[in-house]
């Protein structure tokens, strides 16, 4: 008998769990949010504002998940939302959550099965147990993940094993583990670009920030402009590492990014590696401050060979070690090669580097170190700027480990030296403008791969930004500012002189472009591009209101006289505050109609209070019609002689304009409708 109560227990247990969980039926449906609430069966809830995830979810192969509104959802602890070969997109039009149920608690690993495709746009991630990509596509922009935790699944915030995960305009920050995480022997390609990273690996466990293995074969990973800050407290986080340690090739492209306050700053680790770093900066990664265990700028480690590095135009400055080049430390027989600058070979040979590195104040217990060569293989490294007071051969000597100092290390060419220009050529072609929001957008450009700072009303607002582009929303939007941008050069030219751009408040709403308008005797044809944002458009003359329209075309019906130039304004409406008026004029031209002030054509009685008009003309003529200054044809009749009555009793009071057609052409003449 207990046996049976056991028996029957456990089934209802397990039908309660199957029960639990909801798995759409894989019938080729678009779930929204709203959708799964009605059929999860409990799975889904609507909390007030809240969506709520209280049992696991899996969006089948065929069915898919979209968002595309604002939504805030909390996910239950240890709840798994799986995308199993699914398409995923969240695009809200301003910011969508998903965050735990309950302080202190943490949900479940996401997860992103094979087949996936995932668009993921302006939303937040926070107290989950990251995202785990699983030979999918993964697609992010302009999105937040902060405070995860790790979990079996997810080693990281964005952990993957295989696929391709491309990560634009996001924040990570106060991770527990890496930003990004993939195996040393799985093939995953990455493009991480314009993101800010902060304070990950927050339980300082001997990890980087970014933390990435091998691509597919035939791509390359990308981690381009991006900024990667560290806590000085975490002595063990590291900024970024590519490595490949069983042998599967990769390729990587590092450009670009900040890397400061870290245990080091870029180290590449394995065999069958090949990479390109270049046009970063590598600042202060000393935070264990243990020369024997790392604190490199740069470092590379292949103790079986067969890796590669083009390092070109980086600024490397404050570390432990400038660069270390690490090879079979036993027998001395292999090691990584690197080309750290190669001036003696032409322009076009494929080994040509301009070199153009720039080392100052990396070195430990009181000697200066800026690239050593712990390592077989002879490297050359010529045209870099190194950290001695002038750019002789004795003093440069002084700061690189080579075969001078070891016969079993490789020569390291270090002659020519790069020569620091005296003056830093400031940005050309500065733009500031706004964008719906009241966001300034600059944009600019620049020769070299220096960083920028960028300043408003005299203040610096960002410092070192390498990227050619930034966006200030921090200001007050009432009063006019300033921004300007310089050139951070390294000394003796220093800062460039900064070039400067004036706006006036911020309206919050673009002006249009594109203003053109096609003008003849009867009518002007008004066209703009659109807004992103706009509501709708004011089409003004004068300063007086015609019309606000959606569309970004008018027609207006007129008397206007041929070659005499005739402007109109039209202002962007986005809610608030409108744009600034943008002209459009154009010549009339009256090519097929006749001159509308001759007396072709009589009106009668005009104006006209009630009841009929008649248009009475001197030939035959085909058609009438009545417009309103809009243009929009009110009337229209189909006549054969020289005379007809309209009913305009129905018409509101205003301005009309009758135009008739005959074989001859058109005539316009102007009439108003004035009940008394």
Known sequence: MKKNIFLLALIFFILGAIRAQYVTPNTGMKYSFNELVTNSSGA??????????????????????????DISVKIFADKILTINGAYWEVTPPTQATFTHYATGEYYATIRVEE?????????????????????????????????????????????TTTGKVTVNNSTFKNNVRSAFNSGANTQCTFEIT??????????????????????????????????????????????????????????????????????YGITLTGSN??????????????????????????????????????????????????????GNTSTFATG?????????????????????????????????????????????????????????????????????????????????????????????????????????????????????????????????????????????QTLPHTWAVTVV??????????????????????SVTGASVVVTCVSAHISWTSVSGAIGYKVLSGGELLAIVAATEIMLTGLFEDGVSYTWEIVTVCGGADSSPVCATGIAHCEGIRNTETNTFTILPNPAQSGDITIKAGADFNTVEVLNLLGQTVISQQVFGTEVKLDVSYLNNGIYFVRITSEKGDCVKKFVKKER
Request: aromatic letters at 8%.
């Open 44 to 69: 889904v809830v609507k909390e007030g504002v809240f969506f709520v995830i209280k049992n696991d979810v899996t969006i089948s192969p065929l069915d898919s998940l979209v968002v595309t509104e």
């Open 115 to 159: 087949g996936s495709f995932v668009r993921l746009n302006k939303t937040t991630f926070t107290y989950g147990s990251g995202i785990r990509v699983i030979n999918a596509d993964f697609e992010m922009d302009d999105c937040t993940m902060n405070y995860h935790n790790y979990s079996s699944q997810a080693s990281g915030a964005i952990s």
């Open 194 to 263: 314009n993101c800010y990273l902060e304070n990950n690996v927050t339980e300082n466990s001997n990890r980087p920030q970014i933390n990435i293995g091998p691509c597919k074969t035939g791509e390359v990973s990308k981690i381009v402009n991006n900024t990667i800050i560290g806590n000085r407290e975490s002595t063990m986080v590291g900024g970024i590492s590519t490595s490949s340690l069983l042998g599967v090739f990769t390729a990587s492209f590092i450009e670009g990014n900040l890397v400061k306050d870290n245990r």
């Open 273 to 326: 590696i090949n990479s390109t770093i270049k046009g970063n900066i590598l600042q202060d990664n000393n935070t264990q401050n243990s020369p024997n265990l790392g604190g490199s700028g740069i470092n590379i480690t292949a103790s079986s060979g067969n890796v590669h590095a083009i390092i070109t135009g980086n600024i490397i400055s404050g570390n432990l070690w400038g660069i270390t080049l690490v």
């Open 336 to 476: 990584p090669t690197a080309n750290i600058g190669n001036i003696s070979v032409p322009e076009n040979d494929p080994e040509y580097n301009i070199g153009k590195n720039i080392f100052f104040n990396n070195g430990n217990e009181g000697e200066l170190y800026d690239l050593y060569n712990n390592n077989p293989n002879d490297i050359m490294a010529q045209n870099n700027n190194w950290g001695v007071p002038e750019q002789t051969e004795e003093l440069i000597r002084t700061v690189i480990r080579d075969k001078f100092n070891n016969p079993n290390y490789g020569t390291v060419t270090y002659m020519p030296p790069y020569i620091l220009p005296e003056v830093c050529d400031p940005i050309t072609n500065l733009s500031v403008s706004y964008t719906v929001g009241c966001k300034a957008e600059l944009t600019w450009e620049a020769s070299g791969e220096n960083p920028f700072n960028i300043y408003r009303d005299g203040d610096l607002i960002a410092e070192k930004e390498m990227a050619t582009y930034f966006t200030d929303e921090d200001f007050d």
């Open 489 to 510: 050069c390294p000394e003796p030219a220093g800062e460039s002189e900064p070039v400067e751009k004036i706006l006036s408040y911020c309206s919050g709403c673009p």
